[in-house]
């Protein structure tokens, strides 16, 4: 069985990891941008609102089940040596986003951003050229914080899909119900519910440290970390209005951080 093949892709000049590859050697960057290709066409068959739910698991199937992926893709795996199922996490991933689905426990959704956003920096700190194993370690810990910002930030763009990221065990640690979030009618435990959500973001933030040996190579991540970071203070400083607005960051500020980060030595 063969793979469907990559379509383009939209949205590239939005997105802040676009922005953030945009950054790499020429080469590199060709390839990051191949590997985001991957990741946009995936997201995009899960999230299309005109495609049949069946049609959707019909087509992730075929990425999983493949003998062969698209020629390119597959020079890519060979390329910077990138273990396939890495890949396969990001198929896994995007398939529970098919249908609106509810998270019991942290530990159901660390699995989630596991296969959505750690495989993701794992697969790209090869295509950065980093060597030193601790990256593995940076990546993981770096997908798990900009994965909670993008689902502290898309509280009310989900709850108008009829989805709900934040796991069920902090709803009822703060008194918070399904119905509040789906009806977008905050009560008093909205709030503390989404400051300990950040405050799990700031320890994954806290906890990605860039190893001094891949300090250079890890420019894009770091590049994604500073504009995630600024979002999740934005968010922190207005009070979390969710349901109200949806928080951006816009390309003069993203060029800043970036001319910031780039000054940045390794400690």
Known sequence: ???????????????????????????????????????RAIDDIADEPNRPTGEKHRLLDAWMEADA???????????????????????????MDIEPRRFSTFAELEDYCWCVACAVG??????????????????????????????????GDDARQGRIYLPLEALDRHGVSIDEILEQRPGM???????????RARAR???A???KNDFSALLPARIMRAVY????????????????????????????????VSLQRSP
Not at 8 to 29: D, I, K, Y
Not at 127 to 152: K, M, R
Not at 190 to 196: A, D, Q, Y
Request: glycine letters at 4%.
């Open 1 to 39: 069985m063969k793979a469907p093949e990559l379509a383009p892709t939209n949205g590239l000049a939005s997105s802040h990891l676009a922005f953030a590859l945009f950054w790499l050697p020429a080469e590199r960057r060709r390839d990051a941008l191949l590997f985001y290709r991957f990741c």
């Open 69 to 95: 992926w698209p020629s390119e893709l597959e020079s890519l795996l060979q390329r910077h040596s990138i273990d396939r199922t890495l890949l396969k996490s990001v198929v896994r991933g995007c398939s």
């Open 122 to 155: 794992l697969v790209s700190i090869r295509i950065f050229g980093c060597t030193d194993p601790a990256s593995e370690t940076y990546a993981v810990h770096l997908g798990h914080a900009l994965q909670w910002t993008n689902i502290l930030r898309d509280v």
């Open 189 to 199: 435990g909205f709030l503390p519910l989404m400051r300990s959500g950040a405050a």
């Open 205 to 207: 933030f806290a906890a």
């Open 209 to 211: 440290e860039a190893p």
């Open 229 to 260: 970071e600024k979002i999740l203070s934005r968010l922190e400083n207005t009070r979390f209005p969710v349901f109200q607005s949806h928080c951006r960051v816009n390309m003069i500020e993203k060029l800043a951080v970036a001319a910031r």
